[in-house]
T-cell receptor, first 118, second 112 residues
Framework: DARVTQTPRHKVTEMGQEVTMRCQPI?????VFWYRQTMMQGLELLAY????????DSGMPKDRFSAEMPDATLATLKIQPSEPRDSAVYFC????????????????FGPGTRLTVT | RKEVEQDPGPFNVPEGATVAFNCTYS??????FFWYRQDCRKEPKLLMS???SGNEDGRFTAQLNRASQYISLLIRDSKLSDSATYLC?????????????FGKGTHLIIQP
């Protein structure tokens, strides 16, 4: 049963520290998304990659957030320096844009990284 | 104005009842529409896509009205296991191969 994996599952850090979150997409999926979920804003798209190339990062605060895909099996989201307002659940999702069932492309979400910045 | 708006609920519904949710979206260029389900402290999972002609999957029926920019979800014969948050989702790309825009969700509680 193929799944998206994310590490760490939980992270508590102090304001100003660097935070790195990692995601392993489902093998064979060529599109990787980063979303953030908060009570106030709900789920928001931060950035996504297709075939490891960044397609859209307009949802991401550029001054402190960065997203990369060093290879096809790893995506990273980094926050430096972290702030209390970054506290949220960060979800990674993957999809295969070459194959659609019934004309749509299902995005499979990982379990999320729950980040608390104090 | 939020791009996708939903009634947050909670909807408290007795087991076996029929419950309906709806949402509205503001971007008329939206091309793909979905309902996702999210259990407490879990990741969202695709429930069903929504087609203009309407579509049904077991006890679930989804409808789309492009003219009114309105999406609905009907759950018949509700089960305790249907308790969750239901997220209305749109995409500007055909098939949803690009980023998704989520509503904040409608919380459903099925009571025994």
């Amino acid at each position: 049963d193929a799944r998206v994996t994310q590490t760490p599952r939980h992270k508590v850090t102090e304001m100003g520290q660097e935070v790195t979150m990692r995601c392993q997409p489902i093998l064979g999926h060529n599109t990787v998304f980063w979303y953030r979920q908060t009570m106030m804003q709900g789920l928001e798209l931060l950035a996504y990659f297709r075939n490891r190339a960044p397609l859209d990062d307009s949802g991401m605060p550029k001054d402190r957030f960065s997203a990369e895909m060093p290879d096809a099996t790893l995506a990273t989201l980094k926050i430096q320096p972290s702030e209390p307002r970054d506290s949220a659940v960060y979800f990674c999702a993957s999809a295969n844009s070459f194959r659609g069932t019934g004309g749509y492309y299902e995005q499979y979400f990982g379990p999320g990284t729950r980040l608390t910045v104090t | 104005r939020k791009e996708v708006e939903q009634d947050p609920g909670p909807f408290n519904v007795p087991e076996g009842a029929t419950v309906a949710f709806n949402c509205t979206y503001s971007n008329s260029a939206s091309q793909s529409f979905f309902w996702y389900r999210q259990d407490c402290r879990k990741e969202p999972k695709l429930l069903m896509s929504v087609y203009s002609s309407g579509n049904e999957d077991g006890r679930f029926t989804a409808q789309l009205n492009r003219a009114s920019q309105y999406i609905s979800l009907l759950i018949r014969d509700s089960k305790l296991s249907d308790s969750a948050t239901y997220l209305c989702v749109v995409s500007n790309s055909g098939g949803g191969a690009d980023g998704l825009t989520f509503g904040k969700g409608t919380h459903l509680i099925i009571q025994p």
